[in-house]
């Protein structure tokens, strides 16, 4: 496998810590101006639902844990842009971004926050198992590396039925240490399966910077170790990653087996409401939101005459009655009786015909 295969467009190494090698340039070429700004509007979206969560879980209004998805927006916005109605998402508990860009509502993804029936997952799984069968949205999955094989069993369903369909699996790159995701990377390339593995590489698993849980720090070169095309994209830039899943994709589709990239991105929030954050420094952080993806895609776009201000105004004006509207409706929302609590623990089908 050739080094532009394993590693694609961006071949610098991201060594934790080390805030010169945050991914930086003139930015990917733009998409047709209609593109760009539904995918600007996306990013939006996520950023500021995500927001407004915060605020809910001070308020104690979202209970359990939460973890945000704010600078990663660029990833699930880019890549969700290019799958079909008849593919399937797996993602990991950082998913309320991949929910919204994948087409869940936001009143039902709010209600499911609120742990209202209303919700996508009845109120049962919360901020972490975020569920749609309508959109194959596969979870919200909490345990690290735990979507991996559900992705590839998904993948091979697809295949047995004759479906034209992609898995796509996100995933962190904490997940690349857990046996899992050797286990499904070789069953998907020795059975050529239609799985876009997408690690979402934020530098941190929970608190462990990358260096200190892989030897080989560059993850498109371990993935390509099983011979699968992989590349490294800039996960900062919508349109680099909407264009390097168009590519991925495509090739999934049209039989030539699963695909892997690495989109190196960053959280600017703790990994979760509950961390301490002592593991990296203020000043490392702020050199990644400099290069913040709603940010510098908002300037590429007014430079090119694709946005202005009156029209972000409006787009501002838009969402945020859109979180208003779904954040009365899951406070308005139903609590599950507690005659139903049992209700699916076991099948409710009556067994197997």
């Known amino acids: ?43 939006l979206r996520i950023r500021r639902f995500e927001e407004r969560c915060v605020e809910l879980y001070s308020a104690t209004k979202i209970r359990g844990f939460l973890h945000l998805y704010i600078g990663e927006e660029a990833v699930a916005t880019g890549v969700m842009r290019h799958l079909e109605p ?53 979870g919200g999955n909490a345990i690290v590396g735990g979507g ?55 530098r941190y698993a929970m608190g462990t910077a990358l260096s200190r849980s892989e030897s080989e720090t560059n993850l498109a070169v371990k993935a390509a170790s099983y011979e699968v095309p992989a590349w490294t994209v800039d996960g900062m830039d919508v349109a680099a990653v909407a264009d390097a899943a168009r590519r991925a994709v495509t090739l999934i589709r049209d039989g030539g087996g699963p695909v892997f990239l690495e989109l190196r991105t960053y959280r600017f929030r703790a990994h ?58 899951a406070e308005a929302g139903t609590d599950e009786p507690l005659s139903e609590l049992s209700r699916f623990v076991t099948s409710e089908t009556g067994g197997a015909s």
């Open 86 to 138: 008849q593919d399937a998402v797996v993602a990991t508990y950082r998913e309320h971004g991949h929910a919204l860009a994948r087409g869940l509502s936001m009143d039902s993804i709010m209600a499911e926050m609120f742990a209202k029936v209303e919700g996508c997952s009845r109120g049962r799984g919360g901020s972490m198992h975020l569920f749609d069968a309508d959109t194959r949205l596969y």
């Open 272 to 329: 979760s409401m509950y961390d301490a954050e002592r593991y990296r420094s203020r000043e490392e952080v702020t050199s990644w939101r400099s290069r913040d993806p709603i940010d510098t895609f908002s300037a590429r776009l007014r430079e090119a005459g694709m946005l202005d201000d009156e029209a972000i105004v409006a787009m501002e004006k838009d969402v945020s009655a859109e979180i208003d509207a779904a954040v009365a409706f």
């Open 1 to 43: 496998m050739s080094a532009e295969t394993a590693t694609g467009p961006d071949t610098s190494v991201m060594s934790p810590g080390a805030a010169a090698n945050v991914p930086a340039g003139p930015g990917h070429p733009l998409p047709e101006a209609d593109v760009a700004v539904a995918m600007f509007r996306q990013m």
């Open 148 to 202: 991996l094989p559900l992705a590839v069993g998904l993948a091979l369903a697809d295949a047995m039925q004759g479906r034209r369909a992609v898995t796509a699996c996100f995933f962190g790159e904490g997940a690349m240490a857990e046996g899992e995701f050797h286990e499904s990377m070789n069953l998907a390339a020795l059975w050529k399966l239609p799985v876009l593995f997408c690690c979402e590489n934020n």
